[in-house]
């Protein structure tokens, strides 16, 4: 059997479920926070559905819910409901998810992706969305990993976190797009404050349905059974299981010819160990989760006055000040992408110090090397660097009008990362003259100033000079570099010059 | 001496003027119960020791002549399907028996704020399903004018309880007509108040759309005076309506002038047991008597009311039950293999078969491509029913009917007849489709000595208006102070 031949179209629809950073659960006072120590402390008659107990909706999670849905470009429905999603799961107290199910909140939407990452060519894709809906989360179901058939424990403390779930249309086209596509949500989500996106917490996660269609030996164009991925809760989780998914319904489609003894929508899980996708269930249980409204709660008006409120609240959203800060700001593509995924906070410091030093180019250099470096290096946020916006403006300042070199102003730099943040508090223009002046790195521009230094260099080293004058270009090596070393403040190529010029007298 | 026989009216008077203690009143109750429950079967648990302390305790506060809340030491029965911490609260199904709650429902807090002595639980269908009360798991409710009959159901416990002068005063819920009807079963006052009246927080649902808690009495006054203390707005249940709560007593003794009372001949038809039709229509001579003018109204979808229930309330029955699932709380299986099988066990082995069927038909009725057919539909008809009413009450006030065809029947004899017994909600259930507020009042016996109950329906948060007429029958008549002979023995 010959291998399918190409073209073949990957199509893939993600569903992303973000949890939303309200004070309070979704349906009921409890706290809505990440708190595996303390199991099912954070419960109360309502999310550990108890007879009698009642939901009320939780404003907030509206709010910040149609906050999400205006900046995926979505319609904010005026009247929306809730629905009961009714399965059997130890997690699930009530044996029902109160969800929305004909009236989401918010339908259709979309958000572009950067097809690559690098260069200023890039092109976006369009990938669009089906409709953003609210729900209340489930509980955790803890089992015994030991085999050894112990009880399995329910944590209830995560019930009735108010969860978005984010339906997109089969729009992403290769694995790669869709952690692309997966990491633009979670930077826009963020970015809005309506989530922290803490995939170790579980508070974005994900499920991708895929499959491909390929053209057959009779030049047919077949499409493989759709795989619905359970779970995926790393960015490289998905990239991965979605790579191998690829190839496992290549090769499926290769020794099956394309006929299918079962072409029903099969749900298969992902081993992230083994780095592959497993059998879950097939459609002989398929379930039916056999939806109504829920009678205990009331539909929803969502009045227009509030939806334009919240709408002219939203800030400027990560796409749109990527694009700025390269139109505006003449910065490369590249570099306005990595200051923007870096999040709201490092973009921010990024613009404040551009603003103040003029120089937005500049700027984005340190930003993007120098700092994000020691960031990564301290495993800090941008909030704890100890050199803040005005700081690095002011450094980047002094190299602009001459008064450093690029080379002391890195020493500057990292004499103010390394002060004690509980020491003398001066300013840091004040602190930043301290350094320069302590470590004598002023620049030397004039060259009487270097004469002394250099004549004092020449003598110490007269077989240098002899070799240079001998035609030996690379022996003003030496030179160079010892007078460096005294003179800090000196730029390297004021140096140069100023031992030729004396060299060849 | 003071018995829960007497009035409420005239218990606080007595109360207020010392010629009784709440101790003495709770212990009256109790020895009532001690003497006749174990016949009758009202009770599922008697809080004995807690409610005579709460007793002295009230007793204490009056002597102390602090302000006490307006049912000021009056005993209270509560039906089993309301949580109260503390005590066990099992909907008469051995799937919540032991279950004690954490929490009291909204109702059972307003009691104990308002100084009731909240005596015990009292016996209802498994779950509230049911009209006779002899679907709990832990035995009938007979009703107490006719031990060979039931008191009715859902709240077969409650009514019994009152009619039985084992607590002057006590709550019930209404799905279908499970106050009115074992109200009429026996010979007391039951009102089911306009969906959204009373908070459902803590009532252990059966159809959350239809559910509603209510009062029983043995007088108007009683039903007018308990409404007041259970009637509030509650943040806590999204349905609850925000509206203000009359002093339902002030209006009691104020005639409605110019009354309409509407009459749809439809209900007086085949299948009308003759001393339920006689009784009903005698009722409606008193208004007339006291110048009412009635006036024959249209219904005409009520003929699809007991179908359109029959869709509702049990497809969200099979939601709401969802949850008893041997997991969190309640009953589970001793003997499973696997958590699909501890499911089904449990639910099996658990639940009653009134409760089964109507998972079943719910379950059935939701499913994927019957839908639209069943609950959609149902939906649809369910408004215009609503509309049937709206068009009725631009010409009468209220509208008068029988609350059951029959009065109360023997225990057994409809057991195996689910569906001859659903056909006897019929003049009931179409209240709780349309989310109106419907009373039940004494209006005679028959051949036979058993009480029958006459129903008032009025338009949405009008019980001021039902109360009141319900008050002008009462003045004319003496049905109400009729005592079955089984409570009359012990006093």
Known sequence: MTAPCSPATTIIGLEVHVQLLTETKIFCGCLNRFNPEEPNVQTCPVCLGLPGALPVMNRRALELAIRAGLALSGTIAGTTKWDRKQYYYPDLPKAYQISQFDLPFCDGGWMDVDDADDGDETQASRIRLIRVHLEEDAGKNLHDETQRGRDSRIDLNRAGTPLLEIVSEPDLRSAAQSRRYLEEMRLLMVYLGVSDCNMQEGSLRCDANINLELVNDDGVAIRTPIVEIKNLNSFRGVEAALEYEIGRQRQEFAECGGVYADSEKQTRGWDADRGVTFAQRGKEDAADYRYFPDPDLVPVQI??????????????????????????????????????????????????????????????????????????????????????????????????????????????????????????????????????????????????????????????????AADFRGGKQAAIGKLIGEVMREAKGADPQSVRAALIERLSS | MATALESSATLLDQLTDGQTTSLRLTQDCLDRIAAHDTAIGAFLHVDSEPALAAAAAIDRRREAGEPL??????????????????????????????????????????????????????????????????????????????????????????AAAVAAGMAPLAVGSDTGGSIRQPASFCGVVGLKPTYGRVSRYGLVAFASSLDQVGPFSGDVRGAALLLEVLADHDPRDATCADEPVPAYRDQLERPLDALRVGICRDHFTEGLDKDVDEAVEAAIDVYRRLGAEIHDIQLPHARFAVACYYLVAPSEASSNLARYDGVHYGARSDDYDGLVDMYCRSRGEAFGAEVKRRIMLGTYALSAGYYDAFYLKAQKVRRLIQQDYQQAFTSVDVIASPVAPTPAIPLGSLVSDPLQMYLADTYTISANLAGLPGLSLPAGFSDDGRPIGLQLLAPPFQESRLLQAAAMHERETQWHLRRPPLAEDSS
């Not at chain 1, 993007?368 to 300042?397: H, K, P, S």
């Open chain 1, 303 to 464: 009045a227009a006055e509030w939806i334009e409120e919240l709408r002219t609240g939203l800030c400027e959203l990560p796409a749109a000040r990527r694009q700025r800060l390269v139109d505006d700001l003449k910065l490369s593509r590249y570099d306005a992408s990595v200051i923007i995924d870096q999040g709201r906070d490092l973009a921010d410091y990024f613009e404040a110090v551009a603003q103040r030093c003029g120089d937005p180019k500049w700027a984005a250099n340190w930003v993007t090397q120098d700092v994000l470096r020691e960031l990564n290096d301290r495993g800090q946020a941008i909030g704890d660097f100890a050199i803040d916006a005005d700081g690095l403006a002011a450094i980047l300042a002094r190299i602009a009008s001459g008064d450093l070199t690029t080379r002391s102003a890195r020493e500057v730099f990292t004499a103010l990362l390394d002060d004690d943040p509980e020491g003398e508090q001066v300013t840091v223009e004040a602190r930043i003259d301290e350094i320069i002046s302590d470590r004598g790195l002023a620049t030397i521009a004039d060259s009487g100033a270097l004469e002394p230094l250099i004549d004092a260099v020449i003598e110490r080293n007269p077989q240098a």
């Open chain 2, 69 to 158: 809340g307006l049912l000021a030491g009056l005993p209270v029965a509560v039906k089993d399907v309301l949580a109260t911490r503390g005590q066990p609260t099992t909907c008469a199904s051995r799937m919540l028996q032991g279950w004690v709650p954490p929490y009291d429902a909204h109702v059972v807090e307003r009691l104990r704020r308002a100084d009731a002595v909240l005596i015990g639980k009292t016996n209802m269908d498994e779950f509230a399903m049911g009209s006779t009360t002899e679907n709990s798991a832990f035995g009938p409710t007979r009703t107490p004018w006719r031990l060979d009959c039931a008191a009715g159901g859902s709240s077969g416990g409650s």
